[in-house]
């Protein structure tokens, strides 16, 4: 297996894009993520999007944002592991360089989710549960979440405003990121007294709805030293895992195994462990999540996830921070771009280009994205040469 | 929900009929051909046990657009006696009973509609044991 190297990035504002298409969206990502990385082709693309058929009715995306790239003929291909499905079309593209078959591919992800109204946004969603044994009796994805900090909160005594505390520092994050869709700073009270969801979750602990894209250019580590002297990045380590479709099927209701599988993978490959990472982008699709997540990928000891945040190691200036970008919860979570969105945001860290928002002395960094309740899990390592 | 799907389910939903793996006794619901735990395809058929206990429950404020009209309600994992784990209902009882540990039996009742004039999905729904 070759080296892989991270050497370009695209991302422009997300939000409620209304103006623009979805192969508007991706290919300006995509210009950028080119542009970024100083390249003159591509030889193939890989791209993750959860529901462009039920978002905006378009399947076969791999050739439409080829063509509109000005890419085509090279091969595209969409891969789909529900909100996953952009780190799931990372670890495709790195897989594709690392066994030496291309040598520069552009992996991106894309969702554009405020064409349809919010009924149809949330059947879409629900189709990453078991359709038939969650969905049919009326589950949503709040819902899972919420079932999920309620056990937390019974086996743990985990509380109500620790799970508040990661929505504040993520929106905290979020105020300095020109980029993210909802970039105010809230507070304890303010998601405490916001609208009840699904009891014990709050609107404030949720992730929005959003349009969005995302672009990154994977290349040999060997062509990457030929275009760039500085900054460069190689892919460390990179895993995937699955667990049961159905959330009630886990043994464990508070335990994300599918990211512990994916985060072993990649801290073996990688030859790091949870205490060498100098920040996390992790999937906070719900406040709970982030605790579960803390816990799964070794930050936190089994059950402490809640007090983790509390202690503020956490935060930027933190042991460990994490979503310094804002996470989904204030940058946003266009689904099928939110896993690329993650590499950029620890790519810009370790380039220490992250401005105001940037950890110091950053060296490595890893990325957690997850599908349905944890379905799929998708964790990578990259790491500043 | 589609008719076909609806008439598939028919077994699970109207008679609670699961799969026990004949080599290590898991009991999945619904049934499969091969068991996730030993990798045996040899199956019982068996019915759910209808008495059981919620492992976690929560209040669904916004609802998918199917169950527009029945919001807010009470859902839980239910973990029933004898095996097998449900997502379902809790119905017939006030929100501040619904608690971890609270017994409960399935029912059979009506779920959801299909659409403006669609089929009548029936299941099963939980309601204090
Ligand atoms: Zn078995």
Known sequence: ?385 | MIAPRIRRGMPQRYRYEAGKCKKCGKVFFPPRLICSACQSREFETIRLNRLGKVLTYTIIRVPPSQFKDEAPYAMGVVELEGGGRITAQIVDCDFDDVNIGMPVKIEFRRIQAEGESGVIGYGYKCVPA
């Open chain 1, 1 to 385: 297996m070759r080296d892989v190297a991270v050497i370009g990035v695209g991302m422009q504002k997300w939000g409620e894009l209304w103006e623009k298409s979805l192969r508007d969206i991706f290919v300006e990502s995509a210009l950028l993520a080119i542009e970024d990385a100083g390249v003159d082709k591509i030889d193939s693309m890989i791209i993750g999007c959860m529901s462009s058929g039920l978002f905006v009715g378009q399947e076969h995306i791999g050739s439409l944002l080829a063509d509109y790239l000005g890419a085509a003929p090279v091969p595209a291909t969409r891969v789909e592991t529900a909100c996953a499905s952009g780190g799931a079309a990372f670890r495709m593209g790195f897989i594709e360089v690392a066994s030496g078959l291309s040598d520069i591919v552009l992996v991106g992800g894309v969702e554009k989710m405020t064409d349809v109204g919010g009924d149809e946004a949330t059947y879409a969603l629900g189709t990453a549960a078991d359709q038939e044994y969650e969905g049919f009796n009326g589950i949503t994805f709040p819902g899972l979440y919420a079932m999920m900090a309620r056990r937390h909160m019974h086996e743990h005594g985990t509380t109500r405003e620790q799970l508040a505390m990661v929505a504040v520092k993520n929106h905290e994050n979020g105020s300095k990121n020109p980029l993210a869709q909802f970039p105010m700073k809230i507070t304890v009270e303010q998601v405490l007294n916001s609208v009840m969801v699904a009891d014990p979750l709050r609107i404030l602990d949720c992730s929005p709805i959003t349009d969005g894209a995302a672009a990154a250019i994977l290349c040999s580590l060997e062509t990457a030293r030929k275009i760039k002297s500085n900054r460069l990045i190689r892919v460390a380590g990179s895993g995937q895992a699955t667990d049961t479709i159905a959330f009630h099927d886990r043994d464990d209701l508070t335990a994300l195994k599918s990211t512990a599988v994916a985060a072993n993978m990649a801290y073996r490959m990688a030859g790091k462990k949870p205490s060498d990472i100098d920040l996390a982008e992790v999937h906070d699709c719900f406040t709970i999540a982030e605790i579960c997540i803390t816990e799964a990928l070794g930050f936190a000891e089994r059950g402490r996830g809640g007090k983790f945040v509390e202690s503020g190691d956490t935060r930027i200036g933190g042991k460990i921070p994490v979503n310094a970008s804002g996470g989904l919860k204030s940058k946003g979570h266009p689904v099928g771009a939110t896993g690329i969105a993650q590499i950029i945001e620890v790519v810009h860290q370790l380039r220490e280009e992250a401005g105001e928002r940037q950890v110091k002395g950053a060296r490595v960094g890893l990325t957690q994205n997850m599908g349905g309740s944890g379905g799929s899990a998708v964790v990578h390592i990259l790491e500043a040469l």
